[in-house]
């Protein structure tokens, strides 16, 4: 798969990072994580990013997440991992993930520098030098590419895509109208479901599901409707389970990352509402509220593989 210069499309799975009492990586809570997404068809799995508190671990951490996503993976999906922040660690990530088997991987911003365009460019030319893997550029906080700059880096046949954490429409338009198909449009706004419907007709075919971790079933259910034109489903989908998380989300800063864990948590998946400071846990009261939206979601749109206590 590595050497498909294609960027992945559909539901993209984002695993997060879960750690046991001690505080370190609870190696097989994550293995379930990353199951979980194989058996309920996520399109690929993005280990070691955002979600995954891609900040807050050391590179020891990273190579074990990144050697057991590829090894569950099995080739079966593909599998990228994040790089980003400095940039000698960067190159290091990189080289882990080649190492690992990885596909390719997702480029973060680098470390605090808000950088000219040009030593943007040098940033990610730097990264794409280092190995073959295919890369997907992050537009987010300090790095967000203009058409310009864009265009002198998809001349390296590494970019298979763009990841838009920003929201900026004006900018996307002005990329996926003149660059078009060349790379794949990856709606990566917190959270997608929310947005995804003003980015289907620019051209972007997938998006990163946090929610995919707990209610996948939820997040097919919401694109296919999407995709086939259900938009009364899109509105009830609305209204019922994607607009009352997000806004719970909103709640405090950090629940974009440690929601995902309570969610998971209430399912019945082996995560503990655990994560690392800056991150801040969900409150007793956020953790209710976010009880009461599954149950119901999960009384209006059954599935029968619910939890799966493997």
């Known amino acids: 798969m590595a050497n498909e210069r294609k960027a992945p499309t559909g539901i993209l799975g984002f695993p997060i990072t879960p750690f046991n009492e001690s505080g370190h990586i609870d190696e097989k809570a994550l293995s379930r994580n990353i199951e979980f997404l194989l058996e309920n068809d996520l399109e690929a799995i993005f ?28 080739r079966k999906i593909p599998v ?24 390719g991987y ?12 040009e ?24 790095a967000v590419l203009q058409l310009e700059t864009l265009k002198r880096l998809i001349e390296f046949p590494q970019v298979v895509g763009v990841k838009d954490g920003v929201g900026n ?27 995804m ?24 259910r919401f694109y296919d409707a999407l995709l086939n034109d259900r938009m009364e489903e ?13 806004r719970i989300r909103k709640q405090r800063k950090g629940y974009a990352v440690s929601l995902i864990k309570a969610g ?13 400071p800056p991150i801040v846990p969900v409150e007793k009261e956020h953790y209710q509220q976010l009880e009461k939206v599954l149950n119901m979601a999960f009384e209006k749109y059954p599935v029968d593989n619910k939890v799966s206590h493997s």
């Open 47 to 74: 280990i070691a990013c955002g979600s995954g508190e891609f900040n807050a671990v050391s590179l020891k951490e990273y190579e074990r997440m990144v050697e057991l996503a590829t090894s569950i993976a099995d």
């Open 80 to 103: 990228y991992t994040g790089v980003g922040g400095n940039l000698s660690e960067t190159l290091e990530q990189a080289r882990i993930s080649e190492k690992h088997g990885a596909d």
């Open 106 to 117: 997702l480029v973060l911003p680098p470390y605090l520098i808000d950088g000219e365009q």
């Open 119 to 142: 030593g943007l460019y040098e940033y990610y030319k730097s990264i794409l030098l280092s190995t073959d893997l295919n890369a997907i550029v992050y537009q987010r906080a300090n």
């Open 169 to 195: 429409m004006d900018l996307n338009i002005e990329l996926t109208q003149t660059i078009g198909d060349r790379l794949g449009w990856l709606n990566g706004m917190p959270m997608a479901e929310v947005t």
């Open 197 to 220: 419907p003003a980015y289907v007709p620019l051209g972007f075919n997938s998006y990163s599901s946090a929610i995919s971790n707990y209610i996948p079933h939820i997040s097919r």
């Open 234 to 246: 899109v509105r009830e989908l609305y209204e019922t389970v994607i607009l009352p998380i997000n």
């Open 264 to 276: 998971m948590e209430i399912i019945g998946l082996p995560v503990a509402n655990t994560v690392r």
